[in-house]
Structure formats: C-alpha cells, structure tokens
C-alpha cells in the first residue's frame, strides 16, 4: 500500500496520481474541514450549536496480513486488526473511537470465515470503546481470486476542538517517547511474507532466536494505545502521536513534526525485537530498508515537553505500556534522524 | 450482495450466518446505538454536553456496476453511484450527508482508473454536500483479479434528534408516494449484465424500445434525492423514507412499516421505464422476480399524513423529482403487498 498524505487528509494513493487526487479531494472541502498536519484521520467540525466534539475518521484496509491470518486459520486475528489500526490513527490527533464499520469482500461468501471475521471485528471494537453501526459484505467472483478475503474499515471517533493533538507546539528541547509494538502490527506484511516464504519456514515452525512460531509472531495483534495515552492527550499533556504504520518509525513521525525542528532518533534506546532482527537476517533486508517498512518494536511515538517526559513515562508504564525515551527534538531542517554514532 | 438485517443496523451478511453475526455486532452495542427499525444506516448518540445531532453512518460497496463502468471506460461514473447509495441511505433516516470516506482496490494500480474513480467521488460528494476527509488505496495482487477494481465507501452524516425518520407513526390511511429512479441505480446488476450478455447486445448498441444505448442506460446515475426530501424531512412532514435498493420496493419499505399495517402497492401509478422492461423480456425474467431485484423505476418511497400528501407531492415536484402516488397504508400484517388487480 502507499499512502498519499496531503494538509489534513491522510490519504493512501499512488504516487504517480496523487496530485490529480488531492485536487480531487480538496475540492470537496468546506471551512468545516480542519486542516491539520499530519493526516492520520480525517477531522472536521460537528454540525449544531456548537461546542460539541469534533469528528475524526480514517479508512483504512488489512491488506496482506490476512493472508496469513487464512493460512493460519485466523482470519478473525488479523480483521481485529483493522480495528486497532483505525482507532490508533484517530489516537494520533487525540480522538477517541466511537463507532466501526466495515466492508468485507470475497469471491464467494465462506460462512466460517466471514463469522471469524465479524467476532474478531466485535471482540476488537469492544476494546477500543467502537460500536459496530454498520457494514457490508460483498460476494463477486468477477472481482476476487478465490478463497481469499479482503476487509476494509471505517473508524469513526471524536475529538474536543481544544484538545486536537496535531504537532504544532513541538519544539527543539521537547522528548520523543517511544511504546513497544506487539509485532509487525499491520505493515510490511508484503516483504515479510517474502521472507518467510524465501526461507522456507512454515507458519507453525518456531521463529528463530524467539519462543513462538513464526505465525504467532506474524499474527500478533496491532497493540491498541489508548488507554494509557488518551487520558494524557486529553489533559493537554501530549504534542504529537504519530501511529508507526508504513513508513515506519521516522516516515510517521515526520508528519506531525512542524517546520523548523528535527527528531534525533536513539536506536540504542531499545532492543529491536526477534522478529525485525530475525526477518532483516533471514531476507537479508538491509537496516535502513527495514526501517522504512516496519515498526521495528516501537508502534506508537509520542512528544511532550521534556519537564513533561519522566511523568508521562510513568503514567504510560503503568497503564501496561512497554515505554522507551527514544529521542529528542532539536532546531533543524523537519526529518526525523537515526542517530546510528 | 445479499444484505442482513437487524433491529438499528443495516448490515449486508449472508443468511448462514446472519445470526452469529447479529449476536457479535449487537455485543459491541452500548445505550448510544439508537435502536430504530429500518436499518439504512447505523444511529447513535453524539458525545458531549447533549443537544448535538445525532451520527449516522453507513458502508457501502459498488458492486458489478463497476465491472459495467471500467467496460464502458466510466469507472467514475459508477464510483459516484456509491456516494449517491450512501448518501441516500443516510436519507431514509432523515439524516444530511458530512463526509464521506473511501477504499479503492485493485491487483495492480491503474493510474487512469484511479484518478476517474476519485474525480467522481468527489464530484458526487460536492453533489450530496459531503468531504472526501479520508480513503485508503490498496494494491494487492494475490487478492485482487488483474484489471478489475473494487470500491467501498462510507457516508457519516448527521440527524437532528427530533427529526429522525423510523416509521414508528406510520398508519392506515397514510399515503406512499415513489420518486422516480434514473435506472438501475446500484442494484441488480449481476442479473442485468447476465441478460445483456445472453442478449447479444453490446454497451454501444441502442436499448430497444428507448432512446440512448445500453451502456448509457446501465450506467444512469443513481439520483440524489436529498435535495427535495431533507427540507420535508427536517419539517416533520415525512413518516417513513425506504432507500429502493437490493430488494425492490416492497423488500425496502417494508423496512420501515411497524406491526399492524401494509402498503398496497398500485403499479398503474406509474409506467415501468423501458430499460426494466427490457430486462424483463430479453432476459425472460418473471415479473415478481423482478420486482424483488429492481428498483422497476422507483428509486425512493415515502410514507405521509393522507392530508400531508398533495403538499408533499407538490414540493418534491418543485424541487425537480417526478413523483407518483404509488400506494396506501392499510391496516393488516406487516407487509407490501403489489395490488396488480
């Protein structure tokens, strides 16, 4: 999947496209619209008197994850999935989810399937505090290869107007936190299953240099943040939330960085867990390719004032966050730096 | 597409397993969800201090009519249909369109495709008073057969508390008013584009017994009916709105009737345009067969006070619909029964 950002809007389209897209699409926005860096969902104004949250909103599909959610028997798995994703991208600008629906498409409906799929949706929905308000299920055998499904996802949420987290405030001197990922989450699935086909392991095989097989670690479920980080993006304690997804660590982060500061990431701040080091020596995947693609154990950045940084370590790791100090915020050109010395 | 049904929801599912479904979507529910017979889109509460329109939201797929518009080369055209399905959707509640999220996929990108897709998304959004605030663009070729394109899309919108459309008040004596449809709109396609080809037609050669061509007919919009009927709905001055759509006029309004009463349906009230008749007679397709899959040139039933209905004939008419009083409400087992003496 490639992802096409613009002002407020996160967007995922070719590359080749994009600019036609984004005119396209701006040419439907309204002053209701809130343009905001960033672009992990979609934010705007509330109809009514006034005063009520604001709505946030993304969508966003599995993609290949659920290939080996079928290949393991746990499509459920990887839809749940979805859910996570969706609602940790509205985590991003400090909304909270609200309501999911979903969109689920095969060539010919398989009933066992499709129930895992909808029970993984609800078991993940209720987690997040989403209610399932609607969906679809779609069956065209001139559309889709057999036996294979694909589910796509709405994730509907809200945010109070003065307690958008957009970046904005970021400066030089601020600390970047970092909370552990679960595993792959739900990208670089495409090149993991490249690997693990290459090096002729089967799902159930035990994952070198770890204690589960290589399926369990695929199919670890996308860590859902927000209990431990909406109560601090509510108090005003957060900058900016960037989701890791594609892109990784820096590719995310940079998109909620303002202009005029760079992230300095430290990657002696945590160990890289098995399954990135396991998968960059098995695929041969060179260090800075990986960390383009995968998360590699960090699924969620934060920033906050550095006065700020040991109190929202402490509240994060006891709302059950594995949490790490990765970096610093100083004056420079906008990036985000792997500071490999 | 075979839509499963519950009390509040509208989700497409198959009948197999309609049930584990329900049970997994009705456990994510909490006293939000509004519980309103009818289903067209999902309800719920806003959060906040109270007073805000309530969320309306609902996911939709184009189905084969995209398979019509790549042939045709108007891929967006049938994209925009999604929009318009949604949007409509959110209409049978009362409820006015906000913003509107997208999910294009195919195995390979195809630039074009993708940028006439998007174009008429956003054009129909500006349509129906939507932003395009989200979309996600996947490729995946292990899921995906090579040169087709599927589109998901989900409408968010918002309904006044007091001005949500259900039914509840529907009584004998009220009145059925229809509004005429464009065409097929976005259902029973896979059953037209089976005739079309045993025909013998080409989407180029003319529609016998009409003025334009096959393709032309086929890929009509599916009508906007907002425009007309939000200003009648916000005032009160509808009972019930049935979305025609999978299912056919009687599968759709029976949706939104309570216990005790039946519309009759009088099919003199208006004449079948020639592309149903078409279909019907290339296709060898029995009338109630047909009736149960196509719109048969009614693309939106309202339910009104007998008193109310000359005004709201004349309103609709104003605001540029073609209107035809299409039945009565009668006292006896919930149902539609079509009056074809």
């Known amino acids: 999947m490639m992802r096409y950002r613009d002002a407020g809007v996160d967007i995922a389209r070719a590359d080749a496209v994009k600019d036609d897209i984004g005119r396209a699409v701006q040419s439907t926005w309204t002053p209701a619209v809130r343009r905001?860096?960033?672009?992990?969902a979609g934010i705007m104004r509330w109809p009514g008197a006034g005063g009520a949250p604001l709505l946030a909103a993304t969508m966003d599909g599995v993609g290949t994850k659920l290939h080996v959610g079928l290949a393991a028997g746990r499509a459920g798995d990887a839809a749940a999935d979805l859910v996570y994703h969706g609602a940790n991208d509205l985590l991003a600008h400090g909304a909270r989810p609200l309501a999911f629906l979903d969109y689920v498409a095969q060539a010919r409906l398989d009933a066992a399937v499709l129930?895992?799929?909808?029970?993984?949706?609800?078991?993940?929905?209720?987690?997040?505090?989403?209610?399932?308000?609607g969906g679809e299920t779609a069956e065209m055998p001139d559309t889709y290869l057999e036996g294979v499904v694909d589910v796509a996802g709405c994730m509907i949420g809200a945010v109070a107007e003065g307690a958008v987290v957009d970046g904005a405030a970021v400066r030089a001197g601020d600390v970047v936190l970092g909370l552990a990922s679960a595993g792959l989450h739900t990208n670089g699935f495409s090149l993991a299953r490249?690997?693990?086909?290459?090096?002729?392991?089967?799902?159930?095989?035990?994952?070198p240099g770890a204690t589960g097989s290589v399926g369990d670690a695929l199919l670890a479920p996308h860590r859902w943040y927000g209990r431990a980080v909406l109560p601090?993006?509510?108090?005003?304690?957060?900058?900016?939330?960037?989701?890791?997804?594609?892109?990784?660590?820096?590719?995310?982060?940079?998109?909620?960085?303002?202009a005029g500061v760079r992230a300095m990431i430290d990657p002696r701040a945590w160990r890289t867990p098995p399954l990135f080091r396991w998968l960059c020596e098995?695929?041969?995947?060179?260090?800075?390719?990986?960390?383009?693609v995968f998360n590699m154990g960090v699924g969620l950045a934060l920033v906050c004032e550095r006065g700020e940084a040991e109190a929202a370590h402490a509240a994060l790791a006891a709302a059950g966050e594995t949490v790490y100090r990765i970096g610093a915020v100083e004056a420079g050109e906008r990036g985000v730096v792997w500071d490999d010395r």
Chains 1, 2 share one sequence.
Do not use: M, Y
């Open 36 to 40: 905001l860096p960033g672009g992990f």
């Open 115 to 133: 129930r895992d799929i909808v029970s993984g949706l609800a078991r993940a929905s209720r987690e997040v505090g989403a209610v399932l308000i």
């Open 194 to 207: 490249r690997v693990v086909a290459a090096s002729g392991l089967a799902l159930d095989d035990a994952l």
């Open 232 to 258: 601090l993006a509510e108090a005003g304690r957060l900058k900016a939330i960037a989701h890791v997804t594609g892109g990784g660590i820096a590719g995310n982060l940079v998109r909620v960085l303002p």
């Open 282 to 292: 098995a695929g041969g995947v060179p260090l800075d390719d990986a960390r383009r």
